[in-house]
C-alpha cells in the first residue's frame, strides 16, 4: 500500500536545523497491523505525517498505491486525506457543542463512501451514548467517538498516534481492542505509534524508530490479544 524511498525530513529553526528523518525506506502492506515504536523525538510522528498527506518529505518519494504523495499538490493531498485517510490522535478533538452522533457525522458528511454514524459508533460500543456529549463520556469513551469518527469515512488506511497516550491502563485497553477488531473486521491498514513497548505484541509488524531512523523491523509470528498484553 505504501512505498517509502530514501525519505528524509529537515526542519530548519533558524540557524539550526533538525533531521526529523533520515534515509528511511519501509513498505506497508494492505490490511496489516503495524507498531511504530520509539521514544519522543525518534521521528514517528514526522513518518505518520507524512504517510497520512499532513506533511511532505524534503527528500525522497512517497508513494500510495500507484499515486506519488510526495509530488502531490495541496489539492491533490487534500482528496487523498479526505478520501482514504482515518486520524486518530492522542487528544479527542472532538467539537464540545455537538454529540457524539454529530460529532462522527461532520466526517460522513464530506466522504464519498461513508457509512452511517449510527453505524461507526455501534462499531466502538457506544451504542448507548451516540447522543451525549463529549463532556458527559470518560475520556475512553472520547477516544472511541474519535476512533469511530475516523473509520466512519471507510477509509483505506487508519493513522493513530499515541491513541492511549492520555488513557489509563484499562481504559487504554478498550482502546487498543476497538482498533484490533476494527482491524480485523474492515481489512483497514493500520499503523500505531506509541512508546509503550508491549503495545508491539499486537501488531504484525513492529517498526522500531530512533533518531529519525529506522533501528529495526521485527514481525510477529501470531499477534498477541489485546486481552494479554500488560504494562
Known amino acids: 500500500m505504501f512505498r517509502v524511498r530514501e525519505v528524509t525530513k529537515t526542519y530548519n529553526l533558524g540557524l539550526v536545523s533538525v533531521h526529523a528523518l533520515r534515509d528511511i525506506n519501509l513498505d506497508l502492506y494492505r490490511g496489516e497491523l503495524v507498531v511504530l515504536l520509539g521514544a519522543s523525538g525518534s521521528g514517528k510522528s514526522t513518518l505518520l505525517n507524512i ?12 508513494f500510495y498505491g500507484p499515486q506519488e504523495l510526495s509530488g502531490a ?3 491533490e493531498l487534500t482528496a487523498y486525506r479526505r478520501n482514504h485517510v482515518g486520524f486518530v490522535f492522542q487528544f479527542y478533538n472532538l467539537i464540545p457543542s455537538l454529540t457524539a452522533r454529530e460529532n462522527v457525522a461532520l466526517v460522513t458528511e464530506i466522504a464519498t463512501d461513508a457509512m452511517p454514524a449510527e453505524e461507526a459508533l455501534s462499531m466502538v460500543d457506544l451504542d448507548d451514548r451516540m447522543d451525549h456529549f ?8 472520547q477516544q472511541r467517538v474519535a476512533i469511530a469518527r475516523a473509520i466512519a469515512k471507510n477509509p483505506d488506511v487508519l493513522l493513530c498516534d499515541e491513541p492511549t497516550g492520555a488513557l489509563d491502563l484499562e481504559t487504554g485497553r478498550k482502546v487498543l481492542r476497538v482498533l484490533e477488531a476494527v482491524n480485523r473486521r474492515t481489512h483497514t491498514t493500520t499503523a500505531i505509534i506509541t512508546h509503550n513497548a508491549a503495545i508491539a505484541a499486537m501488531g504484525d509488524r513492529v517498526i522500531q524508530m530512533s533518531s529519525g531512523r529506522i533501528a529495526s523491523i521485527h514481525e510477529n509470528a501470531v499477534r498477541t490479544s489485546v486481552e494479554e498484553i500488560h504494562w
Open 51 to 62: 504517510l497520512g498527506g499532513l506533511d511532505i518529505p524534503t527528500s525522497g518519494r512517497v
Open 73 to 75: 499538490s495541496t489539492r
Open 134 to 141: 463529549p463532556a458527559q463520556l470518560s475520556g475512553g469513551e
